[in-house]
């Protein structure tokens, strides 16, 4: 049956090879008149060297969160009067604010000259994952710096973006530059672990104060290169949305006694099975709902054959598509609620029965779900009663934000990344698979966009919280100018739409 299905779809192919059309939005596809930025984003070479060393001193500082609890409160008091060192001028200039909010994350405030122009937002998180030593061609914190590349944890999560946001601002401080809009920059320290002390302390205070923001971009997505494997070509993914999260506990209680007269099952083989069958039994693919179609319909013509056909005419090669998406365990995450077991924990001897076993299971849910559908997928699997089921935290996937062509901060990306990527014409909406600080500003703005202006290879997605984590001083450059010249773009006059936001 699934063989003639193909056939079928195969043949169709084929008939649809002359009418193949791809709708592709204006606002991507249009090459609009760039208006140079005011300040040219040239550095001299000296100007190159200063940037990058700062960074590799950002990187040896190990500012780790541990978990909400616990985190290197010295390592993030240092880090607090290291970036006073390297970014004098930030700190001096007095159309500047800074704060320390919540002990160590950091709020600037930058007060443009046009109070019309509504303020957006820049954000990024101090803080690292552990790093243990093992198996790193470096030392973790080392910020050594081989064959054109800077290793260390926190060179692309997030150290990189933290550092790149304040070195354009420097850059363009000493080049005298003035904003027309104004704009914060918001630097949590404890992202890893939640945010709750941080980015959440932040989004209060400004709330508090009555603002209301046009768009908010931080960390989520990348220069995609070589991630799908009939695409040739890079692909800029901005995140529009961004998964929710369930971390559930399972729990089986039984009588403990002596191993040589074992019941029938122990505590450990029953939460051994309930666990295989989650794992065997991935959760409903989402492919259709949310941002993900709308991306694949936009790199749709720079596919090779026959991808090219089947992802520019979804409404017939849909079921296709989905099973072609399923095939990578990255693309797989963009289509549905993924299932990780992350913890198991039971015995206490090895004679004795164990009254008790647990697991702890990551879910990190798709846009078009809920923690409550979720919930009920996941016990309807297990199907035992035996197996007690424990939220442990849980929050909802995120609005999706408007990426048309009146979406404000969207659009900014979009053509910053056409002056200083212009090798990069796909730039298409996506979903986060992880989680950012972002979350917590949804009461600030319906504009939030998750995009780190650097080339990310699949080698390079492993290493974000694994070993040998490193960016290429030309990646990191690059970044720099980027939001160099984000900056001046955001002074136009224009305003956002008001949208609201998409379920």
């Known amino acids: 049956m699934a063989r003639g299905y193909i056939l079928v779809l195969a043949l169709a192919a084929l008939l649809l090879l002359g009418i193949a059309t791809v709708s592709r939005s204006k606002g991507l596809r249009g090459k609009e008149p760039q208006r140079a930025p005011r300040i040219p984003s040239q550095f001299s070479q000296g100007e190159r060297i200063t940037m990058k060393e700062s960074l590799k001193g950002a990187i040896r500082i190990p500012t780790v969160s541990f978990n909400p609890e616990e985190y290197n409160t010295t390592a993030l008091a240092e880090f607090g009067q290291y970036i006073r060192k390297v970014f004098p001028t930030v700190f001096k200039t007095s159309f500047i604010q800074h704060e320390v909010v919540g002990e160590y994350s950091h709020l600037f405030t930058v007060q443009g000259s046009d109070r019309s122009l509504q303020p957006y937002m820049l954000l990024a998180h101090i803080d690292v994952v552990p790093a243990p030593d093992q198996g790193w061609e470096v030392p973790p914190f080392s910020g050594l710096e081989r064959d054109g590349f800077i290793y260390g944890r926190g060179t692309l999560d997030n150290k990189n973006s933290v550092m790149a946001i304040l070195q354009a601002l420097e850059l363009l401080l000493i080049r005298n530059y003035i904003p027309r809009r104004s704009f914060f920059i918001a630097l949590g320290h404890d992202e890893e672990v939640s945010g709750a002390n941080g980015a959440q302390k932040i989004s209060a205070l400004l709330q508090a104060r009555g603002v209301q923001l046009a768009f908010i971009v931080d960390e989520g997505s990348f220069i995609l290169d070589g991630f799908i494997a009939s695409l040739n070509k890079p692909v800029a993914m901005v995140s529009v949305s961004e998964k929710g999260a369930l971390n559930l506990m399972l729990q089986v209680n039984m009588t403990p006694g002596h191993s040589s007269a074992p019941p029938e099952e122990t505590s450990i083989g029953i939460l051994a099975a309930a666990v295989s069958r989650l794992e065997q039994t991935p959760l409903p693919n989402m492919f259709g ?90 016990k309807n699997i297990v199907a035992d009663d035996r197996v007690q089921f424990h939220v442990l935290d849980a929050f909802e996937p995120l609005p999706v934000s408007p990426s048309d062509d009146q979406a404000l901060g969207y659009q900014l990306i979009r053509q910053t990344l056409q002056s200083v990527f212009p090798e990069v014409n796909i730039v298409a909406p996506g979903i986060c698979i992880g989680q950012t600080d972002s979350r917590h500003y949804t009461n600030l703005t319906t504009g939030i966009y998750r995009f780190n202006p650097i080339y990310l290879k699949p080698q390079d997605f492993r290493s974000i919280h694994g070993i040998n984590e490193r960016i290429s001083v030309q990646n990191y450059e690059a970044q720099v100018k980027f939001i160099f010249e984000f900056i001046q773009n955001a002074d136009t006059d224009q305003e956002p739409v008001s949208h609201l936001h998409e379920l």
């Open 289 to 378: 709902s949310g941002p993900s179609e709308m991306m694949l319909q936009q790199m749709a013509t720079e596919l090779s054959f026959p991808a090219n056909i089947v992802f520019s005419n979804l409404w017939l090669f849909g079921p296709l598509a989905s099973r072609l998406m399923e095939r990578d365990y990255i693309t797989n995450a963009l289509v549905r609620t993924t299932t990780a077991v992350t913890v198991f924990k039971a015995g206490i001897k090895v004679n004795v029965i164990p009254p008790v076993a647990q697991s702890t299971v990551n879910f990190r849910i798709h846009p078009a779900q809920t923690v409550q559908e979720v919930l009920e997928l996941v």
